[in-house]
């Protein structure tokens, strides 16, 4: 063909050719993911459905790539400004598969993370750093496209990189920390922590200057990378989420013992069979541990699926056991002062 047609059909027809190539896409894909998922359900596996929504994307995108070039290509190509033309269809090409494969790589991290039973891509920092480098690889490929020389470019980088790491050294620190703590993998997202200073709660964000901890009371604490990789961390979730509960009570000395302790294990059995959270097939533990200053004090070890349901599985315990005490005649006695008044003569 010539030059571009301005008439209607010279419009209508390239527009025909994109939206053509547009259904061609939206079946190809919708074709391709269903039988995909299809086969793999025969061979007995279970595709993730956010790869396949990937899948359908990525089919999108190429139909759509296609059908463009092709009316470009048509309608263009005999253009005088067809050279120019064909360079911005790239480079918006270029741009648009730079934004999708970021999103890709880190819906692809994501889902071999769950798979794995991770959850350090959901992290903030790994998902700027991801972004970050496809985007820097994009900038470079779509200026390397234009005839840009990008060795000088990379060289001042690198000299203005080493100005900037010295500048922002506590900024790096903190950043590398970061890195470190996501790799070590000893602290994800959603752990119940407890730092030596105290801080405690559930790590909802690792960035790349700080860690987020939310408190049960709602309060946010952020703590800067470089404390909490130095910090002692407990972390009541690693391994693990299952922990035990200890319960102290204290009895009259004047208790008989076995019955004590035979009505305190039907207590903690009825809590942890009714208490959401609780471990229902745990087996309570009763221990004996001091003679006290007014009683002789018992330690009930109980067990919870997570930290948080402590607070729950103890108020039930507690309410539980001071009215079986009660009903069974079990004293629990309060602290008692005996005062000796011993009169002088003068």
Avoid at 195 to 222: F, H, Q
Avoid at 266 to 272: C, F, G, P
Wanted: aromatic share 10%; proline share 2%; glycine share 6%.
């Amino acid at each position: 063909m010539g030059g571009f047609d301005s008439s209607w059909q010279g419009i209508i027809n390239p527009l025909s050719i994109a939206l053509a190539f547009l259904l061609l896409g939206v079946f190809a894909s919708k074709l391709l993911v269903s039988r995909i998922a299809k086969t793999a359900r025969l061979l007995g596996h279970d595709i993730n459905e956010r790869l396949l929504i990937l899948l359908k994307q990525i089919v999108l995108i190429v139909a759509l790539a296609i059908g463009f070039y092709w009316v470009l290509d048509s309608y263009f190509g005999n253009s005088l400004h067809f050279t120019q033309i064909h360079k911005a269809y790239v480079s918006v090409l270029i741009i648009t598969l730079t934004i999708f494969g970021a999103q890709a790589l880190i819906t692809l991290i994501e889902i071999y993370a769950t798979k794995m039973g991770k959850t350090f891509a959901n992290s903030s920092i790994l998902v700027n750093i991801t972004r970050g480098v496809v985007y820097l690889l994009g900038a470079l490929t779509c200026m390397s496209f234009w005839g840009i020389n990008i060795a000088p470019l990379l060289t001042a980088l690198g000299v203005t990189g080493l100005a900037v790491a010295l500048a922002l050294q506590e900024t790096l620190s903190n950043l590398f920390a970061g890195i470190n703590i996501i790799a070590s993998n000893k602290i994800a997202l959603g752990d119940y922590i407890r730092m030596d200073d105290g801080v405690e709660g559930t790590v909802t964000d690792i960035s790349w200057r700080s860690t987020t901890i939310l408190a049960l009371n709602n309060s946010t604490t952020i703590v800067p990378n470089s404390k909490m990789a130095a910090a002692v961390v407990i972390n009541f979730f690693l391994d693990d989420k299952e922990m035990n509960i200890p319960v102290e009570v204290g009895v009259a000395y004047d208790s008989d013992l076995e019955h004590v302790e035979r009505v305190t294990l039907e207590t903690a059995r009825e809590s942890l069979q009714n208490v959401i959270g609780a471990v229902s097939d745990f087996e309570p533990r009763v221990r004996f541990v001091r003679l006290g200053d007014f009683s002789i004090d018992i330690v009930v070890i109980l067990r919870v699926s997570e930290y948080i349901h402590q607070y729950a599985l103890r108020h039930d315990f507690i309410k539980r056991l001071h009215a079986r005490y009660a009903k069974e005649g079990i004293v629990i006695p309060f602290p008692t002062r005996i005062i000796h008044n011993k009169t002088f003569s003068s």
